[in-house]
């Protein structure tokens, strides 16, 4: 299936919660988010930014993206308040157990359209 807009949102949008999420904030989200259906996704960033902010990427500098040899990844001119949700290693489906990191970093995002709109999150550096 084609990444899509929406799908980019459910997974990595969430401008309404504060930048410091809570120790739970992983385990909670990735399950609301439906990424612990049928299997636990292993990594997983959530965005505490506008999605004007994150859509202004897309016009910010293009680069080859870092999980493919796509060329329609740009990276954030400024660092953005994200959660880094990583499973555990102890961790055993259905019981998807994360870890909660909280940090600051550029994105780098691909984008498709037109007008441009974020469709996969490639990496945070
Ligand atoms: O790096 P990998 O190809 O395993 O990434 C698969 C998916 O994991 C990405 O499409 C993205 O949704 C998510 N991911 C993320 N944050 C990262 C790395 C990957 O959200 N830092």
Request: net charge positive.
């Amino acid at each position: 299936r084609k990444p899509s807009v929406q799908d980019f949102k459910r997974q990595h949008m969430d401008p309404d919660s504060p930048p410091n999420s809570r120790p739970t904030y992983c385990n909670q989200m990735m399950k609301r988010r439906g990424m612990t259906k049928g299997s636990c996704k292993r990594v997983n960033t959530f965005l505490h930014e506008s999605w004007a902010t994150v859509k202004a990427i897309c016009s910010q500098r293009q680069m080859t993206c870092k999980t493919s040899s796509r060329n329609n990844c740009h990276k954030s001119s400024s660092t953005l308040h994200i959660t880094d949700c990583r499973l555990k290693g102890s961790s055993k489906y259905p019981n998807c157990d994360y870890t909660t990191t909280n940090s600051q970093k550029h994105i780098i995002i691909a984008c498709e359209g037109n007008p441009l709109v974020p469709v996969h999150f490639d990496a945070s550096v």
